[in-house]
T-cell receptor, first 114, second 111 residues
């Protein structure tokens, strides 16, 4: 079946512009996660959605970052007034349910802020 | 904030050699996972260990969870070029749904 998909695969933007990154989770997966990965490093948790519960936003680095999940499926991560330090690969993952051990990751969106 | 430290950060070895990657924390995790990531792709789960002292084998890969559930190791026997990639450990604590990832170990196996 289809895995987690993300778009765009690459995004180059100018400092100060807003960007939207999209994630399509695996159908039927109720949990969705966003992570950020700096070049060749580990993953930094950003935000977590589980069904209709309030999202866990504890990992968002500033109020310039926000995310939505519409209809319990597609999610959009928005970064306002981008800064050069926002340059990274943004990874989305989904899992069958909260607490489920396996998270399935998408290929990521590489964001470059010039 | 729980932290996971991986060592070594980078490892370059010849085909056929053995290696061990370590993942250490001062915190206790309810479970620990190992992922492998290739360039341009997301991480792929290799194994989940749950019980302190647990050992799991996946072909030439052996994973161990420390007795106190604070550390883990990944041992690869007779490494092959196909093992090349970024290896990430990730821990889950009981009070949080998201994973805490280590900084990664980049493995390069030369033919």
């Amino acid at each position: 079946g289809a895995g987690v998909s993300q778009s765009p695969s690459n995004k180059v933007t100018e400092k100060g512009k807003d960007v939207e990154l999209r994630c399509d989770p695996i159908s039927g997966h109720t949990a969705l996660y966003w992570y950020r990965q700096s070049l060749g490093q580990g993953l930094e948790f950003l935000i977590y959605f589980q069904g209709n519960s309030a999202p866990d936003k504890s990992g968002l680095p500033s109020d310039r970052f926000s995310a939505e999940r519409t209809g319990g499926s597609v999610s959009t991560l928005t970064i306002q007034r981008t800064q050069q330090e926002d340059s990274a690969v943004y990874l989305c993952a989904s899992s069958l349910r909260s607490g489920s051990y396996e998270q399935y990751f998408g290929p990521g969106t590489r964001l470059t802020v010039t | 904030t729980q932290l996971l430290e991986q060592s070594p950060q980078f490892l370059s070895i010849q085909e056929g050699e053995n290696l061990t990657v370590y993942c250490n924390s001062s915190s206790v995790f309810s479970s620990l996972q190992w992922y492998r990531q290739e360039p341009g792709e997301g991480p792929v789960l290799l194994v989940t260990v749950v019980t302190g002292g647990e050992v799991k084998k996946l072909k030439r890969l052996t994973f161990q969870f420390g007795d106190a559930r604070k550390d883990s190791s990944l041992h690869i026997t007779a490494a092959q070029p196909g093992d090349t990639g970024l290896y990430l450990c990730a821990g889950r604590d009981t009070g949080r749904r998201a994973l805490t990832f280590g900084s990664g170990t980049r493995l390069q196996v030369q033919p």
